[in-house]
């Protein structure tokens, strides 16, 4: 079974970057789709941004398009989201998903979800 591990989240002043991995590992799939999703409180997960291993086409949510960037390491197994101008609206957990599909953005990743790490972006 995938498992999938967060880390590099933390406390930043609104305007600041950020900079999340994620180690993937137990997974037996040529090509796939990985991806992130962010909860701020009281809402529900948002699924912010996606890529298919395959062919490294990627997708973003509105909320992060132009600030966000999404990123693989194949040789390492790693994920990386890389924030920029960060707001305090984008306070709340952080997960990396992996699904077993070819197009990732249509439906949210669902297969396999890491424990998550926290982001607080302070005004």
């Known amino acids: 079974q995938v498992q999938l591990m967060e880390s590099g989240g933390g406390s930043v002043q609104a305007g600041g970057p950020l900079r999340l991995s994620c180690a993937a590992s137990k997974y037996t799939w040529s090509s796939y789709c990985l991806g992130w999703f962010a909860q701020v409180p009281g809402q529900e997960s948002e699924q912010i941004a996606t890529?298919?291993?395959?062919?490294?086409?990627?997708h973003y949510a509105d909320s992060v398009k132009g600030r966000f960037t999404i990123s693989q390491d194949t040789a390492n197994q790693t994920l990386a989201l890389q924030m920029n101008n960060l707001e305090p609206e984008d306070t709340g957990m952080y997960y990396c998903?992996?699904?077993?599909?070819?197009?990732?953005?249509?439906?949210?990743?669902?297969?396999?979800w890491g424990q998550g790490t926290q982001v607080t972006v302070s005004s």
């Open positions: 890529i298919y291993t395959g062919g490294g086409k990627t």
């Open positions: 998903a992996a699904d077993a599909k070819h197009e990732c953005w249509s439906d949210p990743l669902s297969v396999a």
